[in-house]
């Protein structure tokens, strides 16, 4: 419905009752809202709203003579997320926290290994312009708990090494609660890699996530683009998606930084759950093994993939 037509609907809803002592004041004030904005009245509550998850996956296995062949290991994962959002009048404030660890213990083996290791902040504020239209500023930090290390044992990660900060305003579009797309046409990364062991044996222009040799960060500036769909599929079951877009305009912008997730929770009682994660990405500047068509091995990027399934406690916060 367009404004004009929205205007003089409700010149048809105010003048009547102002002529009665007995309309009700709440009628008016809703009335006089839809003539200030053009729109009805915001139906989704003002004040926090508060969700949480926390996921404990265990697995052990014990072989005594077992001739299948085989070794006795313990594993487990333990990985939370929590929103927090808040709302009031035009004003709203989303943020969201991912924390994830696991790792697995094999018999013989010295050390473990470590299979997740995540943390990642988002936090938007935005003022509503129109309907479902907001201005908005959004922030992101992403790194992970402990060092990790490829198949010869080589360090090849670390606390803030990589870690990301992200700073962009834009539009955020939110139609409703459960889904939300925002896009900054100008937003600052920095990219920080704090651990001078993964440059060595590197030439001074080579680069590690991005960050050059000889440097502990770098400043990039670009387009980014963030959607998010969540839905309650089943009274036990939850589905959430988002995904993340990053063009580099200093530096190579063709290629784009993609990262994108999928987490399904199975409720099976108030304590027991199962999850399904799926972690997407692809970043250029992350070099990885790979093998040529002639078996030659060397690194470049390639696409990462991560799938965890698992079965244990669940406590909704």
């Known amino acids: 419905m367009n404004r004009p037509l929205t205007l003089l609907l409700s010149l048809f809803v105010v003048l009547p009752t102002i002529a009665q002592n007995d309309v009700d004041k709440g009628a008016r004030d809703a009335a006089a809202a839809t003539m200030q ?70 018999h013989n083996n010295t050390e473990p290994q ?69 896009f900054s046409p100008a937003t600052a990364r920095m990219v920080v890699v704090n651990d001078d062991l993964l440059f060595e044996g590197l030439g001074p222009d ?17 387009g980014y683009l963030r959607l998010q769909y969540k839905k309650d599929l089943a009274k036990n079951i939850t589905f959430l998606t988002r995904g993340d877009l990053f063009s580099n305009y200093l530096r190579n912008p063709q290629n784009i930084d993609v990262t994108w997730e999928t987490l399904w929770t199975f409720k099976v009682n108030e304590w027991f759950a199962a999850t399904l994660n799926t972690v997407l990405i692809y970043d250029h500047d992350t070099q990885l093994p790979r093998v040529d ?25």
């Open 37 to 106: 904005t053009g729109v009805p009245p915001d139906t989704i509550p003002d004040g926090w709203k508060k969700s949480g998850i926390i996921n404990i996956n265990m697995t052990q296995v014990n072989l005594t003579n077992w001739a299948a062949g085989g070794f006795s290991s313990v594993s487990g994962i333990a990985m939370f997320n929590g929103t927090a959002n808040w709302k009031k009048g035009r004003k709203a404030w989303d943020n969201s926290l991912i924390l994830a660890f696991g790792g697995q213990h094999v």
């Open 114 to 182: 470590k299979t997740d290791d995540r943390i990642e902040l988002n936090s938007k504020y935005g003022y509503e312009l129109k309907k479902s239209l907001y201005l908005a500023g959004v922030f992101q930090f992403r790194t992970q708990f402990t060092e990790g290390f490829n198949a010869e044992g080589n360090r090849i990660s670390n606390f803030m090494a990589p870690g990301y900060a992200l700073l962009g305003v834009g539009l955020d579009y939110r139609p409703s609660e459960n889904f939300t797309v925002f």
């Open 206 to 222: 080579d680069r590690v996530y991005g960050v050059k040799n000889g440097s502990t960060s770098e400043l990039e500036l670009g």
């Open 293 to 317: 068509d002639a078996g030659l091995a060397y690194t470049g990027p390639a696409t990462q993939f991560k799938q965890t399934l698992g079965i244990g406690l669940s406590f909704k916060l």
